[in-house]
């Protein structure tokens, strides 16, 4: 076995300096390829692993995403927002020219935001990770497979490559909800999957509608030339909610939601980590990058009215998470209402609210990260999750309360944090689309403090329950973990004009394609 | 010079917070250290910014600005006003603030998270002063909500009792509430002017760009946010309950400085609401009754803190009142003052109950004797507060009677009672508290150490003098054209009986025993349980908290869970019954299937028989 497994490694990496070195000596760097590979490396090493290398498995997973959280910050810092912007680190090798499909990856200045907010996540989720015990490789190997496939996704310019990034992405889920997840961890690893199919099925109809009736000939996937193709009013209008519905479901979309509390609650830690802060913005990043950009009639004739549901998705997300009793099942339901300003913010095809709801993906996926890996470290102390039983925490574990207290106020929209950029651009966005619906979102940020504070007050603040008299504070790899994700909120919080700047390079190109209000 | 190294009035309270949290948290004298550094130099730079506005003139507001954030269409700046408003913010702010760190040195003495303590008060006061500082509406709204957080952070303090975690989250909560109607205001304004910019919106205001209804909605809107912070009728009800927090960050945050907030925004947006008649009436209104009001309940509270915090909302109310019969000066000069001889009282309070360990008036008595340097500072901020003559409060409060008496006579009349009330509820504070005969927690009562007098001492005078400033605030606030009202001599010494009749009222009842107080309870006892109850405006909102948003939110939990979740499930399980039924077609028995396959071909035939001979 030994022999196997040292065969592998040692195949993995001549791969990878093969790779890294032909790049080097062509100096013809393959970024975006280059972050998607690492993951998928350090998997495959992880992979062919022994068991009893447990703990260098979280090691080798920590040093490939680490480079891969560098490499996204370094392509966000390469990013040139002058100029036009538009579609950069651009890649492309002809696959399978039969049926028109193509390996072309780039990313506009949306993309690199994306880029950035999974790096982040998927290093952060690995030290959250630290404590798991059981099957640690195969644990390791389907997470970093995911994130590699999420990362396809954000760089895809073939609806094809598109596709087979986002099938990477989701179909990992089931395994690390139903092995490693907890309480009715089959039912809602079952529920998410075949819910999130359900959607993969509206997305594929959209995308086969879209192929053939591109009228290209040949017939191609690659996105651009499909952007490029004016598709009938009608077949825009067929069409759109397929695609925006598919994608929908991923972005906790009212009343299709249903998924997200269950599968959250009952996925491991740095699960929910990427699945409520990276793999919701995929279906936000699909609505965005196939339905309104491809099929912009049809975004026209159809969001003004998908926007009175995200209205639903704020307030009701709110008003349900309020009487949860399991930190969990608040922090889910919370997302479900944040990802609803994402939706609001797309809805108006408007510059503040498309630069909002990007803004607000990546706010919200950092925070939601933050979130979640609390939830998990505490759980992992107190073996609760129901708010009753918590009570005086702050007392034992201040670190903990602090970034707690961090994570709650960007929930609640508190400026100086990014997560109050977002929501401003949205309401500003939703005000120039609908007054109306702007001040009842706008409304449901008291309902977001309400619910928010409730749990601090409970959980962290108030007598120290006498159960957790001798409790322990988070130790050094959970605090890195939490400075990350903290840092993220108050940088971008306290200066968001790098961020901005760089998303609105992107909304740019967005709004100049689909036509909306300034 | 300036305004650019006034970034360093909020930045050098931002970099202590900064400072104490990463590196100084350890050593909780170092922090204090830090912090106080900090606020030093703020407040000797606002002093420098005061004493240039004075010689250089403040007609024009001094601008600097830095692109905070900025898309297709948005233009966001933070930066950098000065002019007479925030200029003589600037040295209240820091002021009261330099003088309640210094006594929190004695006051929180014990305290083990000192560190913590002066890392909140830090950002407060940077928060704070950005918003005084604030060049556009984006960024008075982020300071808003900021020094709200902290406020939220020192009233839970003490987090690890129940009080105080309460208190706190109602505090945001409420405040939150108003602060909806501020941020729909903002989005309005801004949306229309394509601007966030003070100066630019009020061209566009003075122009004639919208109508006066409209900017009445926008300003009534904004009002909201402010009577949040100033806690104003209706939303009055988190201040008593702040009172949780330790005693210092009551006399800073919320007696000061925070809850001024409201009133400076009415006052740097004075063009917005004076363009709109009806705004400003909503203004006057609202403040007028808060004063009265609050002054009502406070006549009846036993906490000595609650009585000064009552008393806080009825002093807003003034302010409020005072800019809504269009006398900014007059509002702002009220503001000026009453930071500090209330901050005075407050810390006064504070050592009163640093010596006794209750904030129960009853329980107190006859320190007079034990305490003479919190007597007598005690008295100079009672008689302030109260209007005498010449204290500072008797300048502020006699130009807000003037003016309102010109304009509206019923507010007139609210005024004229609540300044009654306020003179006989702070003498039967010091009656109870410092004079009779010692009560239980007098026993072993002693003077407070010399860091809390000296901040008293230097308030009290503050408290004294300030007043006399007077003409020259008029002139720096309004322009140097305007002429100030000078003291009108017959009106002020009508006036004067108002208060002296209210402390007569309170000697004679709490010393003289006659009429006997109790006596007074039990026979208007339906009044007196209203007020002592705060006219159950408290029972109203738990009411509407407990049978409407939480029954709101259970249902729609349930609805969740049941009815959209419901039909998840019920389209899983008609899947798995379609399937369980239809397992019974595949019996792997091949005549089955041969009949299946005949039989369907003969109905095909049939239907297409049919089909045809049609």
Excluded at chain 1, 218 to 227: A, N, Q, S, V
Excluded at chain 2, 364 to 374: D, E, F, Q, V
Excluded at chain 2, 411 to 418: I, K, M, P, S
């Amino acid at each position: 076995m030994a022999a196997v497994s040292f065969t592998v490694i040692g195949l993995v990496l001549a791969a990878l300096a093969g790779f890294f070195g032909y790049q080097a000596a062509t100096a013809t760097p393959f970024w975006l390829t280059d972050v998607m590979v690492l993951p998928l490396a350090g998997g495959l090493i992880i992979m062919a692993l022994q068991d009893k290398y447990a703990r260098m498995t979280k090691w080798i997973a920590a040093a490939f995403s680490l480079p891969a959280m560098l490499m996204c910050i370094g392509l966000a810092l390469a990013f040139r927002i002058d100029g036009a912007g538009g579609y950069q680190f651009a890649e492309h090798a002809s696959w399978t020219p039969a049926l028109g499909i193509s390996y072309s990856l780039a990313v506009d200045g949306i993309g690199t935001a994306m880029f950035l907010l999974t790096g982040v996540i998927i290093f952060a989720g690995c030290l959250a990770s630290w404590s798991v015990e059981h099957r640690v490789r195969e644990f390791y190997a389907l997470l970093l497979l995911l994130t590699s496939g999420v990362f396809g996704v954000f760089a895809a310019r073939d609806l094809f490559l598109f596709f087979l990034f986002y099938e990477v992405a989701v179909l990992p889920m089931y395994l690390l909800i139903g092995i490693w997840g907890t309480g009715p961890k089959e039912y809602s690893a079952m529920k998410l999957t075949l819910y999130l199919l359900l959607g993969s099925a509206f997305m594929l109809v959209g995308f086969l509608a879209l192929y053939f009736a591109s009228g290209v000939t040949p017939l191609t996937f690659d996105m651009d030339t499909m952007l490029k193709t004016a598709y009938s009013p009608g077949f825009q209008k067929l069409f759109f909610p397929f695609l925006f519905l598919g994608f929908g479901i991923l972005a906790g979309f009212w009343p299709l939601h249903t998924w997200s509390p269950d599968g959250h609650a009952s996925a491991p830690t740095a699960v929910s980590m990427l699945h409520a802060g990276v793999l919701m913005k995929l279906g936000a990043f699909g609505i965005i990058r196939v339905a309104v950009e491809l099929l912009p009639i049809g975004a026209h004739a159809w969001l003004p009215y998908f926007a009175v549901f995200t209205i639903v998705n704020i307030t009701y997300g709110a008003l349900v998470a309020m009487s949860q009793t399991d930190l969990k099942y608040v922090i889910a339901y919370s997302s479900v209402s944040h990802m609803g300003i994402v939706v609001l913010g797309i809805c108006t095809l408007t510059d503040a609210g498309l630069n909002g709801a990007v803004f607000q993906m990546f706010s919200h996926g950092i925070m939601t990260g933050l979130f979640f890996a609390l939830v998990g470290f505490t759980y992992g102390r107190t073996h609760t999750r129901i708010i009753a039983d918590f009570g005086g925490l702050g007392k034992r574990m201040p670190v903990l309360a602090t970034f707690f207290t961090i994570g709650g106020l960007a929930s609640l929209g508190l400026p100086g944090l990014s997560g109050f950029v977002a929501e401003f651009m949205v309401f500003l966005g939703a005000w120039r689309f609908n007054p109306v619906l702007a001040v009842i979102a706008a409304a449901g940020i008291v309902f977001t403090a309400a619910y928010v504070l409730r749990v601090l007050q409970r959980c962290f603040w108030g007598p120290l329950n006498p159960h957790f008299a001798d409790i322990t504070d988070a130790n050094r790899v959970e605090i890195l973990c939490l400075t990350i994700l903290a840092a993220c909120l108050i940088l971008f919080g306290m200066y968001p004009r790098p961020l901005v700047s760089l998303i609105n390079s992107g909304v740019v190109g967005v709004l100049a394609r689909v036509g909306g209000g300034g | 010079m300036f305004p650019g190294i006034l970034a360093l009035v909020p930045a050098l309270p931002f970099l202590a917070f900064v400072v104490i949290g990463l590196v100084t948290r350890p050593w909780r004298w170092l922090s204090a250290g830090v912090a106080i550094a900090a606020i030093s130099v703020a407040f000797l730079l606002s002093l420098g910014a005061l004493s240039f506005l004075l010689t250089a003139g403040a007609e024009t507001p001094r601008v600097v600005e830095l692109t905070w954030l900025t898309t297709s269409t948005l233009n966001a700046h933070i930066g950098l006003r000065l002019d007479a408003l925030s200029g003589i913010m600037l040295v209240v702010v820091t002021t009261v603030a330099l003088m309640v760190q210094i006594y929190s040195l004695g006051y929180m003495s014990e305290e083990p998270s000192l560190s913590r303590y002066y890392a909140y008060l830090s950002l407060f006061c940077a928060s704070m002063l950005g918003l005084v500082l604030a060049t556009n509406f984006l960024q008075l709204y982020v300071c808003w909500e900021l020094v709200g957080v902290c406020s939220y952070l020192l009233i839970g303090f003490w987090y690890d009792r129940h009080a105080p975690a309460f208190a706190a989250k109602k505090a945001f909560v409420t405040t939150r509430f108003g602060d909806l109607g501020f941020l729909i205001g903002l989005i309005m304004i801004c949306t229309a002017a394509g601007s966030f910019d003070f100066v630019e919106i009020q061209a566009k205001v003075a122009a004639g760009t919208w109508t006066a209804g409209w900017l009445g909605t926008v300003a009534v809107l904004l009002f909201c946010g402010a009577a949040g912070k100033s806690a104003q009728v209706p939303l009055h009800v988190w201040l008593p309950d702040a009172m949780e927090g330790p005693t210092p960050v009551s006399a800073l945050i919320h007696a000061a400085t925070m809850v001024a907030a409201g009133v400076y925004m009415v006052a740097r947006l004075f063009f917005l609401f004076s363009a709109s008649p009806d705004a400003m009436q909503v203004v006057a209104v609202i403040g007028g009754v808060t004063a009265i009001f609050a002054a009502l309940i406070a006549l009846v509270q036993d906490d000595i803190k609650r009585v000064l915090a009552y008393s806080t909302i009825s002093q807003l109310g003034y302010m409020m009142l005072a800019l809504g019969v269009g006398g900014m000066a007059a509002g702002m000069f009220h503001l000026f003052t009453h930071a500090f001889f209330k901050a005075l009282l407050f810390l006064g309070a504070g050592s009163v109950i640093h010596a006794t360990h209750t904030n129960n008036m009853w329980e107190m008595g006859g320190l007079r004797k034990k305490m003479p340097w919190t007597f007598w500072t005690f008295v100079a901020g009672s008689l302030a507060l109260a209007g005498v003559a010449p204290f500072a409060g008797f300048f502020s409060k006699d130009a807000i009677l003037h003016l309102v008496m010109g304009k509206n006579l019923f507010l007139f009349a609210l005024a004229v009672l609540g300044s009654l009330c306020t003179a006989f509820y702070m003498t039967r504070v010091i009656c109870v508290t410092f004079l009779g005969e010692a009560r239980a927690a007098s026993g072993h009562a002693h003077e407070s150490p010399w860091v809390m007098r000296v901040p008293l001492v230097i308030l009290a005078v503050l408290s004294v003098v300030a007043g006399f400033w007077h003409a020259g605030f008029e002139r720096l606030v309004q322009g140097g054209e305007a002429e100030a009202e000078g003291l009108n001599l017959g009106f002020a010494a009508v006036t004067q009986m108002v208060p002296l009749a209210g402390i007569l009222a309170g000697v004679m009842l709490y010393v003289l025993k006659s009429p006997d107080p109790d006596a007074l309870a039990v026979r208007f006892a339906p009044l007196y349980t209203l007020l002592k109850r705060r006219f159950y405006v408290d029972e109203l909102y738990d009411w509407i908290i407990d049978r409407i948003v939480l029954r709101c939110s259970a249902g729609l939990a349930w609805f969740d869970r049941h009815v959209v979740d419901g039909a998840v499930n019920g389209v899983a399980w008609l899947t798995q019954q379609t399937g369980t039924q239809l397992r019974y077609v595949q019996t792997g028995r091949v005549q089955h299937y041969a009949l299946a396959v005949f039989g369907g071909a003969a109905i095909l035939l049939a239907i297409a028989h049919v089909a045809g001979a049609f």
